[in-house]
């Protein structure tokens, strides 16, 4: 339920069209956030694997994670814990799926730029986080499908949206810690599509702890699919 103060900021907003949903500032074109709080709200230079602040880049990496002989890209463009980490909240939490383009155009440019500069592979394909039929019946809609649709369409790169599922329903993650994350995901997801050989980019909303995105890529490395990379709106992996 809305607390008071919530929905009249609700109906303010409403009333506001075009303006931007943090500063309420006009906006020259498209509809949800303006640069300005778009760029506030950057991640900034973060190890491309753990999100730990770099003071310089090159390298893209911490000293810890430049000795990792494996590692997967984890690209972000906000601070879940910064100005625009409510925005994304939003989506989900008050039905705003409206602040997924402009989050993710921002996404989609800091993509494009690290695979131009060498340091990013291209993805053959995007695959969105699935979510349960019962909480997609509950929500209307699943954040990760908006963002990689909206990726997809960006960066020119096919959707598979229908290659894995999740199987049954799950407690929320965020009411979860450490052991009972990764419980809560076991055998959670399944394959129902023939992917096998493909290399993709597995798109989620929110990177908390990593749990969900590990457990779907285990499910699509047991089908022949290879997670190389995954893009997410914001991280909230090291706290700042």
Same mark, same amino acid.
């Given at each position: 339920?809305?607390?008071? $103060?919530?929905?009249? $900021?609700?109906?303010?907003?409403?009333?506001?069209?075009?303006?931007?949903?943090?500063?309420?500032?006009?906006?020259?074109?498209? &509809?949800?956030?303006?640069?300005?709080?778009?760029?506030?709200?950057?991640?900034?230079?973060?190890?491309?694997?753990?999100?730990? $602040?770099?003071?310089?880049?090159?390298?893209?990496?911490?000293?810890?994670?430049?000795?990792?002989?494996?590692?997967?890209?984890?690209? $972000? /463009?906000?601070?879940?814990?910064?100005?625009?980490?409510?925005?994304?909240? +939003?989506?989900?939490?008050?039905?705003?799926?409206?602040?997924?383009?402009?989050?993710?155009? *921002? #996404? @989609?440019?800091?993509?494009?730029?690290? +695979?131009?500069?060498?340091?990013?592979?291209?993805?053959? &394909?995007?695959?969105?986080?699935?979510?349960?039929? !019962?909480? #997609?019946?509950?929500?209307?809609?699943?954040?990760?499908?908006?963002?990689?649709? &909206?990726?997809?369409?960006? #960066? %020119?790169?096919?959707?598979?949206?229908?290659?894995?599922?999740?199987?049954?329903?799950?407690?929320?993650? *965020?009411?979860?810690?450490?052991? /009972?994350?990764?419980?809560?995901?076991?055998? /959670?997801?399944?394959?129902? %599509?023939?992917?096998?050989?493909?290399?993709? !980019?597995?798109?989620?909303?929110?990177?908390?702890?990593?749990?969900?995105?590990?457990?779907?890529?285990?499910?699509?490395?047991? @089908?022949?699919?290879?997670?190389?990379?995954?893009?997410?709106?914001?991280?909230?992996?090291?706290?700042?």
């Amino acid at each position: 339920m809305l607390t008071l $103060s919530h929905a009249l $900021s609700s109906i303010v907003a409403a009333s506001l069209p075009n303006r931007c949903a943090l500063c309420q500032q006009p906006l020259d074109r498209g &509809a949800g956030l303006c640069d300005v709080c778009l760029d506030d709200g950057a991640l900034g230079s973060v190890c491309l694997h753990c999100h730990r $602040s770099l003071e310089r880049v090159p390298p893209y990496r911490c000293g810890a994670c430049l000795k990792r002989k494996r590692w997967r890209p984890v690209i $972000s /463009a906000f601070h879940y814990h910064g100005p625009i980490g409510p925005c994304v909240a +939003h989506i989900k939490t008050r039905t705003q799926p409206q602040l997924v383009p402009p989050l993710a155009r *921002h #996404l @989609a440019g800091q993509i494009d730029a690290l +695979h131009r500069q060498g340091i990013l592979p291209w993805p053959e &394909a995007l695959v969105p986080v699935p979510t349960h039929r !019962a909480r #997609l019946r509950q929500l209307g809609f699943n954040p990760a499908w908006l963002v990689a649709r &909206a990726l997809a369409t960006e #960066l %020119e790169l096919p959707l598979l949206d229908q290659l894995v599922i999740k199987s049954r329903p799950t407690q929320l993650q *965020h009411q979860l810690d450490g052991q /009972a994350r990764r419980d809560n995901l076991r055998d /959670a997801f399944g394959v129902i %599509e023939q992917g096998e050989g493909q290399q993709v !980019a597995l798109v989620d909303d929110i990177i908390t702890t990593g749990s969900t995105l590990k457990s779907v890529t285990r499910t699509l490395g047991r @089908a022949g699919v290879r997670v190389t990379q995954y893009w997410t709106l914001a991280s909230a992996l090291n706290r700042r």
